[in-house]
């Protein structure tokens, strides 16, 4: 008999309590007034008659008490249904944030180049750094790997795994592909290939690059009109300090064509960045992380118990001794 306890009417209880309708609680200050006219009004309609009594006669008694004791029962149990009518409730709420994750392509430049230390300790493995850093915080996301250099290969396949990217992250180096020169076409479209069945509505390709399309059979502008027909967006950023001019020829040692990254990301409605040291490589990531952030929905669960049943019973029982006072021999001797 769980209902069966003081706790039920503690305030501490109470105040626990979040009321479905609480609408009925305003009515228990009604029903006191009700109570309080009536019995005005039935004192003024009662005759009286005139009997001469000492003072001791005219003390209270106990017994001369009880009769308040019908009407106070009635009034409980009324104030008890109205208790139960509100609907109180205990309310536990976890509230858990979904973000709807987007696939996300990296295209890392491994190619000889890629060794010059004009970022600490050097180009690869400054990007390296960033890259893990940047795949930490997209916890919801599913991000795959695609190196370059002459050639392009999918290292790692779209996956939510990131401790298995980080792995193949960490194992990048200049040595894993051995044909020279920079195929941005060609890791492109091993960038859409992978992505080009996904059914999210993000997809996202970022390609890190120190050099010219030098070598591969496709076209870097054809690639990104692909990608856009695949609703692929496109991020490039030129890693690397531009090239300075030799002495001897006074021609660059190194050519950077900055036009077809520009090229590329503007065709694929994404953007171009130059990152020339460690620091504005950080913030390059930094700010695609910003760009690409997936929407977040917020889902409240409610576990609601119900405890009006607890009142109910409490109810019925001074229901049970109002109707007992009433219509038994202790009525009378009540009303005496």
Sequence with gaps: MEWFSYQWFTISQLRQFTWAQPIYLYAIPAILVLFGLRTLLSSQARQRLNVALNQTELQPSLVGSLRYLLPLSFFIATTLILMALARPQLVREETERVAEGIDLMLAI?????????????????????????????????????VI??????????????????????????????????????????????????????SKVTILLSDGDNTA????????????????????????????????????ATVTMDEGILTTIANIGSGSFFRAGDATRLQAVFNEIDRLEKAPVKTVIYKDVKDFYRMYLYWALVFLLLTLFLKNTIFGNILED
């Design 109 to 145: 430049d491994i190619s000889s180049s890629m060794a010059e230390t004009d970022l600490k300790p050097n180009r690869l493995e400054a990007a390296k750094r960033v890259a893990r850093s940047f795949v930490k915080s997209r916890r919801n996301d599913r991000i795959g790997l």
């Design 216 to 251: 591969g059979n496709l076209d870097p502008v054809t690639v990104a009109r692909l990608a856009k027909a695949f609703n692929i967006r496109i991020y490039t950023v030129a890693i690397g300090r531009p090239p300075l001019p030799s002495v001897s020829s006074n021609l």
């Design 148 to 201: 370059f250099a002459g050639e392009a290969y999918s290292l790692c396949p779209l996956t939510t795994d990131h401790d298995l990217l980080n792995g193949y992250l960490n194992e990048l180096d200049d040595s894993m592909i051995k044909t020279s020169g920079t195929a941005i076409g060609s890791a492109l479209a091993v960038c859409i290939n992978r992505m080009r069945e996904s059914k999210v509505k």
